[in-house]
């Protein structure tokens, strides 16, 4: 079972930056690729930033420019640093992993950590 355990977020003013952290009990590079998602209230939950496990990195286009997705394969730690932020990146952010060292695809998540842009 891997287990992940998002930390970082909280009360920031719009244009400002966070970083979530998302700490990994197993070796990052074990892995098939690490991903952040967010979920605000009533809306589904949306991909923010992937990373494979070669270390490419991809966006959608509302967070490109804005969010960096890196990762810390010593530690096995994943990293969000969001920057420029705006009242709509409110949300939970979840860390997700995408596990197929046994064959089939497993995700594992993390429990979320919260992150309130204010005006």
């Known amino acids: 079972q891997v287990q992940l355990v998002e930390s970082g977020g909280g009360l920031v003013q719009a244009g400002g930056s966070l970083r979530l952290s998302c700490a990994v009990s197993?070796?990052?590079?074990?892995?098939?690729?690490m991903s952040w998602y967010r979920q605000a209230p009533g809306k589904q939950r949306e991909l923010v930033a992937t990373?494979?496990?070669?270390?490419?990195?991809s966006y959608p286009d509302f967070v490109k420019g804005r969010f960096t997705i890196s990762t810390d394969l010593v530690e096995n730690t994943v990293f969000l640093q969001m920057d420029s932020l705006k009242l709509e990146d409110t949300s939970v952010y979840y860390c997700?992993?995408?596990?197929?060292?046994?064959?089939?695809?497993?995700?594992?998540w993390g429990q979320g950590t919260h992150v309130t842009v204010s005006s």
């Open positions: 990373i494979t496990s070669g270390g490419t990195a």
């Open positions: 997700h992993a995408a596990d197929r060292r046994f064959g089939r695809l497993v995700d594992h």
């Open positions: 197993v070796s990052i590079v074990a892995l098939n690729g």
